[in-house]
C-alpha cells in the first residue's frame, strides 16, 4: 500500500528556461500551424512579447526534471507497476521563449480502486513565471497496479 501519510508532501522546486527552439519544434511534432508558435514577428504582431509556447508544452517541460516520476517513490511505489492515468491544464497565462518556469508540486490524495488492486497518485503543480505569475496549474494522475 501507497503511503497515505505523504498527501500533502511539497516537492523541491524547479526552474527552467524556454527554449526558442525547442517551442517550435513542439508546435510542429502536435501539428500547430498558428504562426505565434513559429514566428516572433507574427507573435508581437499579435500583441504578445514573443514566440508563444502552444498548449501543453508547460507539461512537456516539466518533463526535464531529475525525477519527474519521484512521486511514486516518495509514497512507496513502484516505478515498474505504474501507468500514467491522466493529465489536466488548467491555463492562467501564456507562456513564452524565453520565460523561466518555476515548478512547484505537491501530492493532493493517494486512494485505491478494485480492493487496492489499483492505487492512485493525484499531483497539482503549479507552474509560474519568473516575474511569479501563474501561467499554469497541471494535474496528473498516476496508477500503481497491484495485481
Given at each position: 500500500m501507497l503511503d497515505k501519510s505523504k498527501i500533502g508532501h511539497e516537492f523541491e522546486p524547479v526552474t527552467f528556461r524556454v527554449d526558442e527552439g525547442r517551442l517550435r519544434f513542439?508546435?510542429?511534432?502536435?501539428?500547430?500551424?498558428?504562426p505565434i508558435h513559429f514566428d516572433e514577428a507574427a507573435a508581437k504582431a499579435a500583441g504578445h512579447p514573443g514566440v508563444v509556447a502552444p498548449p501543453t508544452f508547460v507539461g512537456c517541460l516539466e518533463m526535464d526534471k531529475p525525477d519527474p516520476f519521484e512521486m511514486v517513490s516518495v509514497v512507496g511505489?513502484?516505478?515498474?507497476?505504474?501507468?500514467?492515468?491522466?493529465?489536466?491544464?488548467?491555463?492562467?497565462?501564456?507562456?513564452?521563449?524565453?520565460?523561466?518556469?518555476t515548478y512547484k508540486s505537491r501530492i493532493k490524495n493517494i486512494y485505491d480502486k478494485k480492493g487496492g488492486a489499483l492505487e492512485?497518485?493525484?499531483?497539482?503543480?503549479?507552474?509560474?513565471?519568473?516575474?511569479?505569475?501563474?501561467?499554469a496549474v497541471i494535474g496528473q494522475s498516476v496508477v500503481i497496479r497491484n495485481s
Amino acid at each position: 500500500m501507497l503511503d497515505k501519510s505523504k498527501i500533502g508532501h511539497e516537492f523541491e522546486p524547479v526552474t527552467f528556461r524556454v527554449d526558442e527552439g525547442r517551442l517550435r519544434f513542439f508546435a510542429k511534432a502536435i501539428g500547430e500551424t498558428n504562426p505565434i508558435h513559429f514566428d516572433e514577428a507574427a507573435a508581437k504582431a499579435a500583441g504578445h512579447p514573443g514566440v508563444v509556447a502552444p498548449p501543453t508544452f508547460v507539461g512537456c517541460l516539466e518533463m526535464d526534471k531529475p525525477d519527474p516520476f519521484e512521486m511514486v517513490s516518495v509514497v512507496g511505489g513502484d516505478l515498474s507497476k505504474a501507468l500514467h492515468g491522466n493529465q489536466t491544464f488548467v491555463y492562467h497565462h501564456p507562456v513564452y521563449a524565453g520565460d523561466h518556469i518555476t515548478y512547484k508540486s505537491r501530492i493532493k490524495n493517494i486512494y485505491d480502486k478494485k480492493g487496492g488492486a489499483l492505487e492512485f497518485i493525484d499531483v497539482e503543480t503549479d507552474a509560474i513565471n519568473q516575474d511569479g505569475t501563474l501561467t499554469a496549474v497541471i494535474g496528473q494522475s498516476v496508477v500503481i497496479r497491484n495485481s
